[in-house]
């Protein structure tokens, strides 16, 4: 992992966006390394990597960073490149990645009820490192927030509160080109 952060240069584009983000978004986030961190602390037989805390806000914003290319499949093109099998555009069949998601909002104008519908369907596994944690986030500050969460994501990637919805999909669009780059010598 450390090879590829450094390679990808997350903590050099975190660091470059870190003032992109609003203050409120900051502020959550050092909320959640706070977390983080004395949850590490009150139970360090639970640690796996020893020297890992106490986090920084800027090694959450790397780590995400880092998760954001395996979501565009970064991680499968990488090992194709290292291990010299890199498919071509003819052995490339997009029918057989079959898993995906989908979200369909309906207006309240085409709706027999007269409300508005938000349909989900995000295919995530109910185990491990893509799976959807349930939360219900309220506070001072006017939050009531109820949704699903990736492990590491400070707040709800899908979720509704009293007035909206959102949601998260992933598929398989075509982000990445590989060339190879012949040289006649």
């Keep these: 992992m450390d090879y590829l952060v450094e390679l990808l240069r997350c903590r050099e584009t975190a660091s470059a966006h870190k003032k992109d983000l609003s203050t409120e978004v900051i502020k959550v986030i050092e909320g959640y390394v706070a977390g983080i961190n004395a949850y590490a602390k009150a139970h360090p037989e639970e640690v796996l990597v020893k020297h890992s805390f106490p986090m920084s806000v800027m090694d ?3 780590g995400y960073n880092l998760i954001i290319h395996f979501f565009s499949d970064t991680g499968d093109i990488l090992g194709e490149l290292i291990g010299n099998k890199v498919s071509t555009v003819e052995e490339v069949e997009m029918e057989k ?10 207006s309240r104008k085409i709706m027999e009820h007269n409300k508005t519908v938000l349909n989900v369907n ?7 490192p893509f799976s959807w944690y349930e939360a219900h986030l ?6 009531n927030i109820l949704g ?7 707040f709800p990637m899908i ?7 959102w949601t998260h999909t992933y598929n398989y669009p075509d982000l990445i080109d590989v060339y190879e780059l012949r040289v006649n010598p």
């Design 60 to 62: 959450y914003l790397t």
């Design 148 to 154: 699903g969460l990736f492990p590491g994501a400070p």
């Design 159 to 165: 979720g509704t509160n009293e007035h909206l919805g």
């Design 122 to 128: 995000t295919h995530q596994p109910l185990e491990g």
């Design 97 to 106: 990645k079959t898993i995906g998601s989908n979200a369909f909002a309906f």
């Design 138 to 143: 309220s506070s001072n500050e006017g939050w």
